[in-house]
């Protein structure tokens, strides 16, 4: 074991095994906070009063941004009935037409290859669960390589149907895959978002403030978007819920893990 005597307070960025891991680790060390950044599998709602042409660039970014392989990705997205069909199709249109799949270096690319080599075989064993499940593939579901036939990289994948109870909607897949299925109203969206043991953050698509202000304050995560997905701010509070996170980055009370409070109690003699 390594001596963290001179340590006050740790941070963790990574998976959440490895969290759990330091946090146990350090508790049997020393009487210190411990401030974890885990894993996500945050959730996206559709609602009726969307234009579905006008968020598709953000859902895109929100679900592939560097190849889905961050903690705040989109990997789940719950679309009101109504919506439901048109989304699929011109979200695949989207995605088809606008990823450009290849070497980070060209400045053509905007899709980029999985870090981790273990990461295709494990998306693509969910995907297949997902399938062999009543799930459908609408877009990508397969690895893949570059234009010259080099690369580790999983195309950008869309998988409809996609019910709750499926591993690929309950674990932090890190790749570029979403699963999409359709809701009836606003609590059934709240009840599947709130299905799971991440809440880092979940973004709400609705052209009424008020219906997203409502909804946010239903849901257990730490972050809540409204038309937006996967982005920080250095003014407003980091923070996940159950298994995405402890503790608070950013903002003026990300310097609560880092400081100590002190009292002095003085008494003065005439």
Not at 50 to 66: H, M, P, Q, W
Not at 190 to 206: C, E, H, Q, R, V
Request: net charge negative; aromatic share 10%; charged share 25%.
């Amino acid at each position: 074991r390594y001596d963290i005597k001179e340590i006050g307070y740790v941070s963790f960025t990574g998976s959440t095994d490895t969290g759990h891991h330091v946090l146990e680790e350090v508790s049997y060390r020393k009487t210190i906070d411990v401030g974890l950044e885990m894993g996500g599998s945050d959730a996206a709602y559709i609602t009726d009063d969307v234009e579905i042409d006008k968020i598709l660039s953000t859902i895109s970014r929100g679900a592939f941004y560097n190849a889905g392989q961050s903690c705040s990705s989109i990997e789940r997205i719950y679309v009101h009935e109504s919506k439901y069909d048109e989304f699929l199709d011109k979200m695949a249109e989207y995605v088809d037409k606008n990823l450009v799949i290849g070497n980070p270096l060209d400045t053509s690319t905007n899709f980029g290859p999985m870090t981790i080599p273990e990461s295709i075989s494990k998306i693509s064993s969910l995907v297949e669960d997902a399938v062999n499940n009543g799930a459908r593939v609408v877009c990508g579901g397969l690895p893949t390589t570059d234009q010259n036939g080099k690369g580790r990289f999983f195309k950008p994948t869309i998988v409809a149907d996609a019910e709750n109870d499926l591993e690929f909607m309950m674990t932090e897949t890190f790749g570029p895959v979403v699963g999409v299925n359709y809701v009836r109203n606003d609590e059934e969206a709240i009840k599947f978002m709130n299905d799971g043991p991440y809440g880092l953050a979940a973004s709400i698509f609705t052209s009424n403030t008020d219906r997203a202000l409502k909804i946010s304050k239903q849901l257990d995560v730490g972050v809540t978007y409204m038309n937006n997905a996967s982005e920080l701010h250095p003014l407003l509070p980091w923070s996940g819920w159950k298994n995405s996170g402890k503790g608070v980055s950013l903002s003026k009370y990300g310097f609560n893990s880092v400081t100590k409070l002190k009292s002095l109690n003085f008494r003065f003699y005439t």
